[in-house]
Every structure is written in structure tokens, then in C-alpha cells.
């Protein structure tokens, strides 16, 4: 695989890194005031969009608009499954595999020829 199919997959991971502490992070902290969390939020969203926006750029170069999106919603999930066992302490069940699984079925069809 070269670098031009590697990079896009590679930054939309680490900005779903970002994004999913910028999103869900602050349930662990529901006494921090909701201001506070917001601008907190906002500061740890804005890496997020700076990885993001490159590798989708770059992406369309190789990959299909729906190719994108799919991609980044199984990264999504593959990140938040990841976050929510370790961060959170929540676990997943297998309702949450049975459904994270047809989404991923969803982006075998959107690569397949």
C-alpha cells in the first residue's frame, strides 16, 4: 500500500483520538462547570480539525467522498469502542459489537469494486 492511502487512514485515526476526548471526555468530570468543559472541548477539538481536514484532503485524492465518510465512521467506532473500555470503565456488549459490525459491513461495500 503506499503513502497515499496510508497517511489520510493514519491522520483520521489520531484526530479521532482528539475528538473523542473532546467529545465524551468530560463525563468522567460532571462536576467541572458546563462552560468550562465546553472551552475545554473546544481546545482539544481544534487538533483534532487540524488532522482532520489534511487527510481528507489529502484522501480525496485516492479515495471516494462516501469512502471518507465510511472510513471515518469505522475509525470513529474503533476509537470510541477503545475509549469507553479503557477511559470510561464502561465495557461493550455484544449488542454494541453486533451493531459497530453492520456499520463496518456498511464500509465493505463502499470499498468494494
Known amino acids: 500500500m503506499d503513502a497515499a492511502r496510508i497517511w ?3 491522520l483520521l485515526l489520531v484526530s479521532n483520538v482528539f475528538m473523542t476526548f473532546a ?18 472541548s473546544w481546545l482539544i477539538a481544534l487538533p483534532e480539525y487540524m488532522l482532520a481536514v489534511p487527510a481528507n484532503r489529502m484522501g480525496s485524492s485516492v479515495y471516494s467522498a462516501a469512502q471518507l465518510k465510511g472510513m471515518q465512521e469505522i475509525i470513529t467506532l474503533s476509537v470510541f469502542a477503545v475509549f469507553s473500555i479503557l ?4 465495557k461493550i456488549t455484544m449488542n454494541h459489537l453486533i451493531g ?6 456498511g464500509g465493505f461495500f463502499l470499498f468494494r469494486q
Not at 477511559?87 to 464502561?90: E, I, N, P, T, V
Open 8 to 10: 489520510p487512514v493514519a
Open 23 to 40: 467529545w465524551y471526555g468530560h463525563l468522567k468530570y460532571k462536576h467541572v462547570a458546563l462552560w468550562m468543559v465546553i472551552l475545554t
Open 87 to 90: 477511559y470510561l470503565g464502561q
Open 100 to 105: 459497530f459490525a453492520l456499520i463496518a459491513a
